[in-house]
């Protein structure tokens, strides 16, 4: 639900990010002290692969929107490929410019020069280096996320990598959640309902019964699409 900004801008102390999760994050690197968007990067130092039980804290720490409720704790986490078009999603849309941005800047920001393949096989990874405003800076990226409730997989975040994994015929590494109980913020569609816009559309074509205190609240922990 990256395209729906419910949620405020990320820039969090290292040290509340990690009381949050219950869980170090920057270990021997003292100096880098505040979470950002991957996007508010303008330089990546080093990348680092995400522990499974970092994975898993970030993700079992994920509240509902204004809430202390956690939809995923104790649940089943795994890390795997999936063919994106079998997902079910949320989003009528995607947007153009994110689509060129994922293709172009987003791979010669994060991959490049890092043994890492690109979008489709990227791993969780924790990125070092200096945001917009100077500082030395941590940014988190998780792959798509997917939900099951029941047999059939929903994307809950992650549509635009999803959107260009799928149109290039190939699967997309995902973070997958069993067993989810709590119903979705939104009504799920089939891709063929999802079009491909310059803009935007009106607020309530964006999503189909969108259900805001059930909004997963990705930037709590530091997870920004």
Excluded at 112 to 140: H, M, N, Q, V, W
Excluded at 188 to 215: A, H, M, S, V
Aim: aromatic residues 8%; hydrophobic residues 35%; contains cysteine.
């Amino acid at each position: 639900m990256s395209a729906e900004k419910l949620n405020a801008r990320i820039d969090i102390p290292v040290e509340e990010l990690e009381d949050r999760i219950n869980c170090r994050l920057n270990g021997e690197l003292p100096s880098y002290k505040t979470v950002v968007s991957p996007r508010e990067l303008v330089q990546v130092r080093m990348a680092g692969v995400i522990h499974q039980s970092l994975l898993r804290n970030i993700v079992q720490n994920i509240p509902l929107r204004g809430s202390d409720r956690l939809p995923y704790k104790g649940l089943d986490i795994r890390l795997a490929p999936i063919k994106p078009g079998i997902l079910r999603i949320g989003q009528t849309f995607v947007l153009r410019d994110k689509i060129i941005s994922l293709m172009t800047q987003m791979p010669q920001k994060i991959f490049d020069g890092f043994c890492l393949e690109g979008i489709s096989t990227a791993p969780p990874l924790e990125l070092y280096g200096t945001d917009k405003k100077g500082r030395r800076a941590i940014a988190l990226y998780l792959p798509p996320i997917v939900e099951y409730h029941g047999s059939r997989p929903t994307l809950l975040d992650g549509i635009h990598r999803s959107y260009l994994c799928k149109g290039a015929g190939t699967q997309v590494n995902a973070v997958h959640i069993f067993n989810v109980t709590t119903d979705l913020p939104f009504n799920p569609i089939n891709w063929q309902d999802c079009t491909l816009r310059e803009e935007k559309p009106p607020r309530e074509g964006r999503y189909f019964g969108l259900r805001t205190e059930l909004f997963r609240d990705l930037t709590y922990v530091g997870i920004d699409g």
